[in-house]
């Protein structure tokens, strides 16, 4: 019983390898946060190291992407990141929603909820793993850009506006 249980098994994991994963390659710059946004080489270096390969429509995949279901969970995991923020279409955002992507990266950086220890576990992406001294450019160049808007922009278009419920 316990030897055909692990045939099953193997011969699950060697199907599942021919079941495709998008890839997130297209690298599309079109919108991209460096269209309207000074980055200073240093900042450029920490985003490509720490936030790029989740955050950008170009990713970087290490050799264990080839693998299934790693292959899945890396592409689910890619297109979450993209979901919640994207640089290389952020400026195709109405910029009350680039304001408040700013604030929720001061948030996430500060907490130290970014990026996500699963990046950095067994050291995959050593990179990634920001000290303080990192941290604190990383939020101090994205305080810049919101300085920048808010002399730009009028104040109340740096504010998200709430959505009423339809009414019945």
């Given amino acids: 019983m316990f030897k055909k249980i692990t045939i099953g098994f193997l011969a699950l994991l060697v199907l599942i390898q021919f079941i495709p994963a998008e890839k997130n390659e ?18 450029a ?3 490509k190291g720490a936030c790029n390969d989740c955050h950008t429509n170009l ?3 290490p050799w264990y992407s080839h693998i299934q279901p790693v292959k899945y969970m890396l592409a689910d995991h890619v297109n979450d990141g993209k979901r919640h923020l994207n ?5 195709n955002l109405p910029i009350a929603v ?7 990266v001061i948030e996430m950086v500060e907490e130290k909820e970014m990026p996500l220890e699963s990046y950095t576990y067994l050291g995959l992406h050593p990179e990634a793993n920001l000290s303080e001294q990192e941290r604190q450019v990383l939020i101090d160049w994205v305080k810049e850009q919101m300085a920048y808007l808010a002399a730009t ?12 419920p339809p009414s019945q």
């Fill in 26 to 43: 297209s690298n599309d710059t079109e919108f991209d946060i460096s269209k309207s946004y000074n980055i200073p080489e240093n900042v």
């Fill in 45 to 47: 270096t920490i985003l």
């Fill in 59 to 61: 990713t970087r995949y």
């Fill in 87 to 91: 640089f290389s279409s952020f400026t």
């Fill in 98 to 104: 680039q304001n408040h992507k700013f604030e929720e």
């Fill in 153 to 164: 922009y009028p104040a109340d278009s740096l504010v998200m506006k709430r959505r009423t």
